[in-house]
């Protein structure tokens, strides 16, 4: 690029291109402003800039100021006191994320990656969780982390939240129900409206905090009372922010489906109405996006794995596709469901029910007698499934050798045999190429009248859902295989190996219990695998699976091929649930552009575009899961505010400093045991042994003790349940509790 000499830079500007292509009145690019202010080598103001750059017009004036403000929120540049703007040094002022913490303080995580930065609760009151911002390296804390100081803030991320509305001396005041948000929201008496103190309400911040005074807000919605029936579910929906209405927009494209599929529909595709295909859900399943059946062939089995074709009825550029995009995946509550479609084709057109004839997408795999798949294909279909089946009865049926199911079904039964023998096949070939199977617990809340939880019960996983699983994994592959022979642009799941310094933890731990990892700095699989063979039947085999989960980075949607290490694959994709998964129905849109002998160049999606929809559904994943868990969180202390006073089993989980946190025996609730309810003694935590040890008794408490615990305290707002110990720790397999000798 050449140096400054005159006006009319932007003829030289290298990415003038690019911006004509963008806009109908080009203005200079990024990268030419940066240029022009690091040669003026000092801060400059608008109008400055604007001779420099040749821009003398009012219009484009104020189209470069916009540019710089979106520069200044970006963190590129810097506007001071004196309304000239600088130049980011990234060595000095780093931009990044913030991320709360409920004790006030905070992190900065940078745009460019790297070591997340310490917030003090100082520094955060200017501050709430998610927004972006400015800060310089201040030095470096008494724990050896880099402290940032707040410069300027670039991007305010929260402009409405949920929490309980309390009045104190006059004041009222709004406590949010996001722990990542430590402020109080100032309410002032003309913006409260109707709501009375203790009631759940959505809070407009008006003003946002600054380092001397809390955020100001006003009631806009009133949710109901604190302790209403289902009032779980809508705190998460509004502190997900989860899309939960339908736009009107959305309404007037539905309107016009109805109970059956329309006729044009039916043309082109393979009529396979014939097959007994069968669906195999839970008993409460309401949505059937996939259905199964299988035959005995002369090489081992011919499976077919038939998918709901959401993609006919979901069409790109329509208000229902932006809609299911936005949402990303249906969000599932104990006892509630916000799908990502409309019931009308969630629980009607597009889901699979017996006896009805349904659109589907159908994969059609040759498996070989070792499990292997020999070759695949994909098939646009119009099916009917012959039976509505629930685990329980396949079970039954396959491996109780129920008479009386197996009456009901003699016709579906050979190939629901054959369905079994074949996974057997697949399960011994997925245990040979060494893929995990955390088969972790599960539990299922029950309620009674009024919305109130009954009972919590274990999930038991029988045959009939491993049979499933086998299944649609075996679709997936193909799916993905499929794809990446067509090269068209598509979204992979990739599920990465651990990270050196988790590897480091998870070692140091496994080297307590005299247990070994092999794979160097790089394990494989393989290596997991033997491990997981080598707990398998131990007390704390359970507690040492979750330290193996806790070492692995979470599985992401990426159009990048790094694999997938928890099943032990070079390539997997996500096929079989397009009613509830956007990435299923994006990968459906890939299969029929294949399936229609479309070029590669004229898909519509690019390879840029799968980058940004992995990361957004990613993200909609990850905030379903987070509001999930909230409500179980929820649901499960105001289950436990009746069991004040009462004992039970449990098995310690995970240890912190402050204490040690207690799974209850068969009901799967944490409560934590705090350090301070201990002995009278000083306990010393070891983070490597993932243990506390007493300094004067030597007693040690540590991860995977099975210990007796009552019920102290239950604290709904915080969620959290207090335990206290009533009956000290049992030493685990090969170890007993010891005393540390004392010195003379």
């Not at 000239?84 to 409920?102: E, M």
């Not at 913006?191 to 003003?207: D, K, R």
């Not at 070759?375 to 396949?394: D, E, I, K, N, P």
């Amino acid at each position: 690029m050449t140096s400054i000499k005159g006006r009319n830079l932007r003829l030289k500007d290298p990415f003038a291109e690019r911006e004509a292509e963008k806009y109908a009145r080009p203005i200079p690019s990024r990268e030419l402003i940066l240029h022009v202010m690091n040669e003026k080598g000092v801060p400059q103001k608008l109008e400055e800039l604007a001779e420099l750059l040749g821009i003398d017009g009012d219009e484009d004036i104020e189209s470069l100021r916009r540019r710089l403000n979106a520069m200044e929120r970006d963190g590129q540049l810097l506007k001071n006191r004196r309304d000239r703007y600088c130049i980011v040094n990234h060595t000095d002022l780093i931009a990044g994320r913030v991320i709360g913490h409920p004790d006030g303080f905070g992190f900065l995580r940078p745009d460019e990656g790297g070591e997340d930065l310490y917030l003090s609760s100082k520094e955060m009151r200017a501050l709430m969780h998610g927004d972006r911002a400015l800060v310089c390296v201040r030095g470096v804390d008494r724990r050896g982390r880099r402290e940032g100081g707040l410069i300027e803030v670039l991007e305010r991320k929260t402009h409405r939240l949920v929490g309980r509305l309390y009045q104190e001396r006059g004041i009222s005041f709004v406590v949010p129900d996001s722990k990542h948000i430590a402020h109080d929201i100032l309410i002032p008496e003309e913006h409260l409206g109707e709501a009375a103190p203790g009631q759940i309400v959505v809070a407009e911040i008006i003003e946002q905090p600054t380092k001397k005074r809390d955020p100001i807000g006003k009631v806009s919605q009133v949710i109901g009372d604190h302790l209403a029936p289902g009032m779980e579910i809508e705190v998460a929906i509004h502190s997900f922010d989860l899309p939960s209405g339908w736009p009107d927009a959305v309404l007037v494209e539905i309107a016009g489906l109805g109970e059956t599929i329309p006729d044009e529909a039916r043309a082109g595709r393979v009529d396979l109405r014939q097959l007994p295909l069968v669906t195999i859900d839970g008993e409460d399943a309401r949505d059937f996006d996939d259905a199964v059946y299988c035959e005995r062939t002369a090489k081992g089995w011919k499976l077919f794995v038939a998918i709901a074709d959401v993609s006919y009825y979901v069409r790109p550029d329509t208000a229902l596709d932006e809609e299911a995009k936005k949402r990303g995946n249906s969000v599932y509550f104990p006892d509630r469901v916000i799908p990502m479609l409309p019931e009308v084709l969630s629980n009607g057109l597009c889901s699979l029910n017996p006896h009805e004839d349904r659109l589907c997408l159908v994969c059609e795999m040759h498996i070989g007698v070792d499990g292997s798949i020999l070759r695949s294909r994909f098939l646009s279909g119009l099916m009917r499934s012959h039976a509505r089946l629930t685990y329980t009865q396949v079970a039954k049926l396959l491996v109780e050798g129920d008479k009386t199911l197996r009456r009901k079904h003699r016709d579906l039964l050979p190939h629901l045999e054959e369905l079994h023998a074949l996974y057997k096949v697949l399960r011994r070939a997925r245990e040979d190429r060494a893929a995990m199977d955390f088969d972790t617990p599960e539990s299922r809340i029950i309620f009674g009248e009024g919305k109130k939880i009954e009972k919590i019960v274990p999930v038991v996983r029988n045959d009939a859902h491993r049979l499933i699983e086998e299944c649609m994994l075996a679709a997936n592959m193909a799916a993905a295989r499929y794809l990446a022979r067509q090269k068209i642009p598509h979204l992979v799941r990739i599920h990465e190996g651990p990270t050196l310094e988790r590897l480091a933890d998870l070692r140091a731990f496994l080297g307590r219990l005299g247990l070994p990892l092999g794979g160097g700095d790089k394990p494989e699989p393989r290596d997991y695998y033997k491990l997981m063979d080598q707990i398998s039947g131990r007390v704390d085999e359970h507690l040492i699976q979750t330290v193996l989960l806790r070492s692995m980075t979470q599985a992401v949607y990426s159009p990048e091929k790094k694999g997938h290490f928890g099943l032990a694959l070079d390539v997997y994709t996500h096929f079989t649930s397009p009613i509830r998964r956007y990435p299923d129905l994006l990968v459906h849109r890939a299969i029929r552009h294949g399936l229609e002998g479309k070029k590669k160049g004229e898909y519509r999606y690019s390879n840029n575009d799968m980058v940004l929809l992995g990361e957004h559904c990613s993200f909609t994943e990850r905030r379903a899961d987070e509001a999930t868990r909230d409500v179980v969180a929820w649901l499960k202390c105001e289950y436990m505010q009746g069991k004040l006073g009462e004992e039970f089993s449990g098995v310690i989980s995970a240890v912190t400093p402050f204490g040690f946190f207690v799974e209850l025996t068969d009901i799967f609730i944490e409560g934590l045991v705090h350090i301070s309810t201990l002995e009278k003694d000083y306990f010393h935590y070891d983070p490597i042994g993932y243990r506390l040890e007493g300094e004067r008794t030597g007693k040690i408490y540590r991860l995977g003790d099975s210990v007796r615990v009552i019920v102290a305290r239950v604290d709904l707002d915080e969620r959290k349940i207090d335990l206290e110990l009533v009956k000290p720790a049992e030493a685990g397999p090969g170890r007993r509790v010891r005393k540390r000798r004392r010195r003379s």
